[in-house]
């Protein structure tokens, strides 16, 4: 039978209609980036938080002067998300915990083996992030992962009742309820199998529980990839061009938006010719009402009368 | 001969369904809240469903008490002025939904600064100014308030529920409800007539 995976249900509607959260191993060699592992799971948000935060170098302000003098340094984009991942049976409880085991790894540095010992390589820049629309698959520094077992709502458990009388060859007792679901699951399970999906609740490992549901939050700092900028304008957009997002690729950023096209100031610049101020463009009617509107210093009254501001 | 770019200005939602959503009420009310990058004089404006608000003057001092004196010494700096606003920006269908992911995308953009043709480097600092909410304004006739934005947040709240669509192959969630704050020092309005006593605008901070 294939590898389980997910409980069926929440694969199959996550296939449909959602995404998983997928976190992958990158390595870069020669300058391309290769991706070496990929953990990717779909999971129940609980909490999702991204914050821009700006630094800047502010100089000393001579006593009474009203203003500072800033300078602007950059902009450090941080993401934290919280989900759960519930567990039906002890299959999925399985995978749940591996899939943090893997998540937990990622926080640790990065390290490169030499001789016998490794050597430090200092923060683990090499992972990515995808989150459908709201991560785009985006280089990334994880700062935390914290990992919470909700113990209220359950563990699996071992069971070692035995079933029968009879013991199997080479065994010297019945086999345990624990024993024949793990079996039974793995061969045969189904709606018509001998097992069914949820009816995997016991396992046979003396000793160990696997968690009915997880709570997980992950913080990250997302890096800007090599070569990448952040801003308007900038060396990949034409003298004519440097009012518009310095990426060039036809893509909103940070998040996604489907199938509608990027706004005009995204717009890729080796095609569109540029637009002079004094010069007649296609507008929407909101870029025409409101430029009217700032123009003229005008608000629009509650009955809907255009007046000068005061 | 090299010309340019008009910036872009990004108004509230008005497709089709506008009028059953919080941007019809808004447009009708005038409560639109519009953020300015000032390196780019690209705009783009949100109904303003403020959650809180908050403008603290604070002034740079130094206070020491001696003995036997029934006033503190107190030497006094400058004063500094920072605004914390915190709005929502909510969705009732996929197309509206779209729109404000696109223009929240604008908002974040807007904590970038303008980059040098050459190297890349910041060339003009990502000041913002903010203009809309009648709270928040600076006087001397201007309707908005120039800031440093330090830090946006953008939280979006999973009990509200998402809007879901797998039209483009990535997948799309948005989020029906998102709260958006905004942590900024203001920028100080200087008016230098002649008539003033003090450097700022007469009717500095204009709160009406």
Same mark, same amino acid.
């Given at each position: 039978?294939?590898?389980?995976? #997910?409980? &069926?249900?929440?694969?199959?509607?996550?296939?449909?209609?959602?995404?998983?959260?997928?976190?992958?191993?990158?390595?870069?060699?020669?300058?391309?980036?290769?991706?070496?592992?990929?953990?990717?799971?779909?999971?129940?948000?609980?909490?999702?938080?991204?914050?821009?935060?700006?630094?800047?170098?502010?100089?000393?302000?001579?006593?009474?002067?009203?203003?500072?003098?800033?300078?602007?340094?950059?902009?450090?984009?941080?993401?934290?998300?919280?989900?759960?991942?519930?567990?039906?049976?002890?299959?999925?409880?399985?995978?749940?915990?591996?899939?943090?085991?893997?998540?937990?790894?990622?926080?640790?540095?990065?390290?490169?083996?030499?001789?016998?010992?490794?050597?430090?390589?200092?923060?683990?820049?090499?992972?990515?992030?995808?989150?459908?629309?709201?991560?785009?698959?985006?280089?990334?520094?994880?700062?935390?992962?914290?990992?919470?077992?909700?113990?209220?709502?359950?563990?699996?458990?071992?069971?070692?009742?035995?079933?029968?009388?009879?013991?199997?060859?080479?065994?010297? &007792?019945?086999?345990?309820?624990?024993?024949? #679901?793990?079996?039974?699951? #793995?061969?045969?399970?189904?709606?018509?199998?001998?097992?069914?999906?949820?009816?995997?609740?016991?396992?046979?490992?003396?000793?160990?529980?696997?968690?009915?549901?997880?709570?997980?939050?992950? &913080?990250?700092?997302?890096?800007?990839?090599?070569?990448?900028?952040?801003?308007?304008?900038?060396?990949?957009?034409?003298?004519?061009?440097?009012?518009?997002? &310095?990426?060039?690729?036809?893509?909103?950023?940070?998040?996604?938006?489907?199938?509608?096209?990027?706004?005009?100031?995204?717009?890729?610049?080796?095609?569109?010719?540029?637009?002079?101020?004094?010069?007649?463009?296609?507008?929407?009617?909101?870029?025409?009402? #409101?430029?009217?509107?700032?123009?003229?210093?005008?608000?629009?009254?509650?009955?809907?009368?255009?007046?000068?501001?005061? | 001969?090299?010309?340019?770019?008009?910036?872009?200005?990004?108004?509230?939602?008005?497709?089709?369904?506008?009028?059953?959503?919080? *941007?019809?009420?808004?447009?009708?009310?005038? @409560?639109?809240?519009?953020?300015?990058?000032?390196?780019?004089?690209?705009?783009?404006?949100?109904?303003?469903?403020?959650?809180?608000?908050?403008?603290?003057?604070?002034?740079?001092?130094?206070?020491?008490?001696?003995?036997?004196?029934?006033?503190?010494?107190?030497?006094? =700096?400058?004063? =500094?002025?920072?605004?914390?606003?915190?709005?929502?920006?909510?969705?009732?269908?996929?197309?509206?939904?779209?729109?404000?992911?696109?223009?929240?995308?604008?908002?974040?953009?807007?904590?970038?600064?303008?980059?040098?043709?050459?190297? =890349?480097?910041?060339?003009?600092?990502?000041?913002?100014?903010?203009?809309?909410?009648?709270?928040?304004?600076?006087? =001397?006739?201007?309707?908005?308030?120039?800031?440093?934005?330090?830090?946006?947040?953008?939280?979006?709240?999973?009990?509200?529920?998402?809007?879901?669509?797998?039209?483009? *192959?990535?997948?799309?969630?948005?989020?029906?409800?998102?709260?958006?704050?905004?942590?900024?020092?203001?920028?100080?309005?200087?008016?230098?007539?002649?008539?003033?006593?003090?450097? @700022?605008?007469?009717?500095?901070?204009? @709160?009406?």
């Amino acid at each position: 039978m294939a590898p389980y995976r #997910q409980f &069926s249900n929440v694969q199959n509607l996550g296939d449909k209609a959602y995404f998983p959260l997928r976190i992958s191993k990158t390595s870069l060699e020669d300058g391309e980036r290769e991706t070496t592992r990929v953990y990717e799971r779909y999971i129940f948000l609980t909490s999702y938080d991204e914050s821009f935060e700006s630094n800047w170098d502010v100089g000393d302000r001579p006593l009474g002067r009203l203003n500072a003098q800033y300078n602007y340094k950059q902009t450090i984009r941080k993401v934290s998300i919280g989900f759960k991942m519930p567990a039906r049976n002890v299959a999925e409880a399985k995978k749940n915990l591996d899939f943090c085991s893997g998540l937990a790894n990622l926080v640790y540095g990065d390290y490169a083996r030499v001789g016998d010992g490794f050597a430090y390589q200092g923060a683990n820049l090499k992972n990515k992030i995808k989150f459908g629309n709201l991560l785009r698959n985006e280089l990334c520094y994880f700062e935390e992962f914290s990992f919470i077992p909700n113990m209220e709502a359950g563990v699996y458990e071992y069971n070692g009742t035995e079933v029968g009388v009879v013991a199997r060859q080479n065994e010297n &007792s019945p086999p345990t309820v624990g024993q024949l #679901q793990e079996e039974y699951f #793995q061969n045969d399970r189904g709606p018509d199998g001998l097992i069914k999906e949820t009816d995997y609740v016991y396992h046979n490992q003396k000793g160990k529980v696997y968690p009915r549901e997880i709570n997980v939050t992950l &913080s990250a700092v997302i890096v800007v990839d090599q070569g990448d900028l952040l801003g308007f304008g900038g060396p990949k957009r034409g003298v004519e061009h440097q009012k518009r997002w &310095s990426q060039n690729t036809n893509r909103d950023w940070p998040h996604g938006t489907g199938p509608i096209p990027v706004l005009r100031y995204m717009y890729p610049t080796n095609n569109v010719t540029p637009i002079a101020e004094g010069e007649e463009e296609a507008l929407t009617d909101e870029e025409i009402i #409101q430029r009217y509107i700032d123009e003229r210093r005008l608000q629009i009254s509650e009955r809907g009368n255009l007046n000068i501001i005061e | 001969m090299s010309v340019t770019e008009r910036p872009q200005i990004r108004g509230i939602y008005s497709g089709p369904d506008a009028n059953v959503s919080v *941007a019809g009420f808004a447009r009708d009310r005038n @409560y639109v809240l519009t953020f300015k990058h000032v390196g780019t004089g690209h705009s783009v404006s949100f109904p303003s469903i403020i959650d809180s608000f908050s403008d603290t003057h604070a002034p740079n001092a130094n206070e020491r008490v001696f003995a036997g004196t029934p006033n503190p010494l107190i030497t006094q =700096g400058s004063t =500094g002025r920072e605004v914390n606003l915190t709005f929502k920006v909510l969705s009732a269908s996929l197309e509206e939904a779209r729109y404000n992911t696109q223009s929240i995308n604008m908002l974040l953009q807007m904590m970038y600064a303008r980059l040098d043709i050459e190297d =890349g480097k910041p060339l003009v600092d990502p000041f913002i100014r903010i203009s809309g909410f009648s709270m928040l304004k600076d006087g =001397g006739g201007r309707n908005s308030t120039k800031c440093l934005i330090r830090n946006i947040t953008y939280s979006l709240d999973p009990d509200e529920g998402f809007i879901m669509s797998k039209e483009s *192959a990535e997948g799309e969630l948005h989020p029906i409800s998102v709260t958006i704050n905004i942590s900024a020092i203001a920028i100080l309005p200087v008016d230098n007539s002649e008539d003033r006593s003090q450097p @700022y605008p007469s009717d500095y901070p204009r @709160y009406r």
